[in-house]
T-cell receptor, first 115, second 114 residues
Framework: EAQVTQNPRYLITVTGKKLTVTCSQNMNHEYMSWYRQDPGLGLRQIYYSMNVEVTDKGDVPEGYKVSRKEKRNFPLILESPSPNQTSLYFC??????????????FGEGSRLTVL | AQSVTQLDSHVSVSEGTPVLLRCNYSSSYSPSLFWYVQHPNKGLQLLLKYTSAATLVKGINGFEAEFKKSETSFHLTKPSAHMSDAAEYFCVVSFSGGYQKVTFGTGTKLQVIP
């Protein structure tokens, strides 16, 4: 089954404790991205990756890091989480067809609370 | 720069009546436009997309949307609401030829009253 898998789905942590949210897709998509969803703000892009070893900042990258060492995985790293990073996070991937804006496939989301 | 505006944060309809969720966009290039639906505690699912083919786009679950370039709009409609349509809906824009920039609207919560 084609899917994007995020872990953990729920996490409560404390300020300053490094954490990683994993994302894996099994569709051989080149493009992957991370979003955060906050009430009244919709989804905002944090980082995206066009391919292995190619990443770039989205609209709200501060406080986050990413890496893309393998095509299927795109982890989101919070080196020193703060309460303003409490949010619902989504990973997504997309078909690699050149010139075509194909649909994004989303994971189920990871709800993060930073105390 | 591109942007997308969803004109209503909440819409309430009675079951069996029409649904209209409004979306306006701005884009410096030819846009691709999407509607996604998010049911509670779920990820986002594609409803339909416009990518410069037919201006009237049909999607899943009886939804459709019409691309109107002159009005820079991409409103989502459904003739008859069902209880299962209660969810949050997002209008999304990206521009043709490059897929690194995807902009989401702030969402419209649809309530369906029995």
């Amino acid at each position: 089954e084609a899917q994007v898998t995020q872990n953990p789905r729920y996490l409560i942590t404390v300020t300053g404790k490094k954490l990683t949210v994993t994302c894996s897709q099994n569709m051989n998509h080149e493009y992957m991205s991370w979003y955060r969803q906050d009430p009244g703000l919709g989804l905002r892009q944090i980082y995206y990756s066009m391919n292995v070893e190619v990443t770039d900042k989205g609209d709200v990258p501060e406080g986050y890091k990413v890496s893309r060492k393998e095509k299927r995985n795109f982890p989101l790293i919070l080196e020193s989480p703060s309460p303003n990073q409490t949010s619902l996070y989504f990973c997504a991937s997309r078909r690699p067809l050149a010139g075509d804006n194909g649909e994004l496939f989303f994971g189920e989301g990871s709800r993060l609370t930073v105390l | 720069a591109q942007s997308v505006t969803q004109l209503d944060s909440h819409v309430s309809v009675s079951e069996g009546t029409p649904v209209l969720l409004r979306c306006n966009y701005s884009s410096s290039y030819s846009p691709s436009l999407f509607w996604y639906v998010q049911h509670p505690n779920k990820g986002l699912q594609l409803l339909l997309k416009y990518t410069s083919a037919a201006t009237l786009v049909k999607g899943i679950n009886g939804f459709e949307a019409e691309f109107k370039k002159s009005e820079t709009s991409f409103h989502l409609t459904k003739p008859s609401a069902h209880m299962s349509d209660a969810a949050e809906y997002f209008c999304v824009v990206s521009f043709s030829g490059g897929y690194q920039k995807v902009t989401f609207g702030t969402g419209t919560k649809l309530q369906v009253i029995p």
